[in-house]
């Protein structure tokens, strides 16, 4: 069982940067990933990655977001990052983050809500115009 805390949400203006953590209970993940869910709306991934294996380090980003999120996995901290640049007031959503300890996930799956096993209860954003 891998336990998921998330920190970092906040209330900021638009165009600012923030930074989300994730810590894990364990370095027993594949891959990890963030999702957002505003209200309303259906759960979306925004970005995915890679911890182990050939594809190490190989991320992938939701179109809405790519360019300005980026994603950092410390091993040594068991912390995974989500950082968000030129935040949008479309951003506004309640942030998760989410564990898959199997292996060989295809990478059109990597957004893919049911392909992870763990989740953790998540971290508010909120982006004002």
């Known amino acids: 069982q891998v336990q998921l805390v998330e920190s970092g949400g906040d209330s900021v203006q638009a165009g600012v940067s923030l930074n989300l953590s994730c810590t894990a209970s364990?370095?027993?993940?594949?891959?990890m990933a963030w999702f957002r869910q505003a209200p309303g709306k259906e759960r979306e991934g925004v970005a995915a990655?890679?911890?182990?294996?050939?594809?190490?380090?190989?991320?992938k980003f939701a179109d809405a977001v790519k360019g300005r999120l980026t994603v950092f996995w410390s091993h040594a901290r068991k912390i995974f990052y989500l950082q968000m640049n030129n935040l949008k007031p479309e951003d506004t959503a309640m942030y998760y983050c989410?564990?898959?300890?199997?292996?060989?996930?295809?990478?059109?799956?990597?957004?893919?809500?049911?392909?992870?096993?763990?989740w953790g209860q998540g971290t508010q954003v909120t982006v004002s115009p």
């Open positions: 364990s370095t027993a993940s594949y891959y």
């Open positions: 989410a564990g898959r300890v199997r292996k060989n996930l295809d990478y059109g799956d990597y957004l893919s809500a049911v392909q992870y096993d763990y």
């Open positions: 990655h890679t911890l182990y294996g050939a594809d190490r380090d190989l991320d």
